[in-house]
């Protein structure tokens, strides 16, 4: 069974701080790598991703960072804010062409105002 | 362009009651996902759709579960009968390798309890 783990499964961030989020997957069939923002009562929204040929990618205040060799990757949030307190949940999608994403437990980010 | 739709978006039922979710994925979108998301926890893939092909559905509880995708469309995910062990929240997700380089996309989801 292909896992994907997260840490932390929770965190607590100031307002202005920086969120770092760590995911770690166990083999190399993944070819794409999302994460997830969810607020309580809604559906995960896809918030960044990246593909394994990329080291980082940055999109306004969220990077993501891929070691491929160590087979991690990391969301950073900089400059948390109170409204980016939710669950973040990264995944990764199967290279077998059958786009079966394996999600993680998830992280719950409070960013204390 | 709208979202991906599910309803109804609360559901409260008795143990051994059936109980029916559907799903519009986004137009265009060939592929469809049925997961559940327990408290807490990151969502679990139940059955994937190619069109109207359950291309994966080794997760799902057969025993008591169905899903059906007429038309390659709209999906319908089945539970009969309900057990306690069964409340979560249902999500539905959708994607294309044309439109949306398989990029999912997910729906509110409709959040079941068993009483």
């Known amino acids: 069974q292909q896992q994907v783990k997260q840490s932390p499964q929770s965190l607590i961030v100031q307002k202005g701080g920086i969120s770092i989020i760590n995911c770690a997957y166990e083999?190399?069939?993944?070819?794409?790598f999302p994460w997830y923002q969810q607020f309580p009562g809604k559906g995960p929204a896809l918030l960044i991703a990246?593909?394994?040929?990329?080291s980082e990618k940055k999109e306004g205040r969220f990077t993501i960072s891929f070691n491929k060799s160590a087979k991690q990757f990391s969301l950073h949030i900089m400059d948390s804010q109170p409204g980016d307190s939710a669950t973040y949940f990264c995944?990764?999608?199967?290279?077998?062409?059958?786009?079966?994403?394996?999600f993680g437990t998830g992280t719950r980010l409070k960013v204390l105002a | 362009e709208a979202g991906v739709v599910q309803s109804p978006r609360y559901k409260i039922i008795e143990k051994k009651q059936p109980v029916a979710f559907w799903c519009n994925p986004i137009?265009?979108?060939?592929?469809l996902y049925w997961y559940r998301q327990n408290l807490g926890q990151g969502p679990e893939l139940l059955i994937r759709?190619?069109?109207?092909?359950?291309?994966?559905d080794s997760q799902l509880p057969k025993d008591r579960f169905s899903a059906e995708r007429l038309k390659g469309v709209d999906s319908t995910l089945k539970i009969q009968p309900a057990e306690l062990g069964d409340s979560a929240v249902y999500l539905c997700?959708?994607?294309?390798?044309?439109?949306?380089?398989?990029?999912?996309?997910f729906g509110p989801g409709t959040r079941l309890t068993v009483l």
């Open positions: 995944a990764a999608r199967s290279t077998s062409g059958t786009y079966k994403y394996i």
């Open positions: 997700a959708s994607s294309s390798r044309e439109r949306s380089r398989g990029t999912q996309y």
């Open positions: 137009s265009g979108h060939n592929t």
């Open positions: 759709y190619e069109n109207e092909e359950a291309v994966d």
């Open positions: 990246i593909r394994p040929d990329v």
């Open positions: 083999n190399t069939a993944f070819d794409y």
